[in-house]
């Protein structure tokens, strides 16, 4: 059974850090390529970060140079690293991977930041 749980998210004012981790079980984490998503209501989930299975990172161009994506291959777990958070970094962070063709997903972290 895949299993994806995101821990780490909280409320912090603008300017503030936050470090999101994604556990993950089920899947052969060495070839999973893992990504980040965020949600705000009434708009639809947006790709924040992107790692693939040799670490290679990508990011939305709203958070580049502020998060920092990151892979742990034996602790089978997935990270983000957010700083310079601003109140436009609010919502609910979901971890994903696309695997036995098919999304999985995290039940969800959510994100507040204040001004």
């Known amino acids: 059974q895949v299993r994806l749980v995101e821990s780490g998210g909280g409320s912090v004012q603008a300017g503030g850090s936050l470090n999101l981790s994604c556990a993950t079980s089920?899947?052969?984490?060495?070839?999973?390529?893992m990504k980040w998503y965020r949600q705000v209501p009434g708009k639809q989930r947006e790709l924040v970060a992107d790692i693939a299975s040799d670490g290679t990172a990508t990011y939305a161009d709203a958070v580049k140079g502020r998060f920092t994506v990151s892979r742990d291959w034996r602790r089978a777990t997935a990270s983000l690293r957010m700083s310079a958070l601003t109140p436009e970094d609010t919502g609910l962070y979901y971890c994903?991977?696309?695997?036995?063709?098919?999304?999985?997903w995290g039940q969800g972290t959510q994100v507040t930041v204040s001004s």
């Open positions: 994903n991977t696309y695997y036995w063709s098919r999304d999985f």
């Open positions: 089920g899947i052969n984490f060495k070839i999973a390529r």
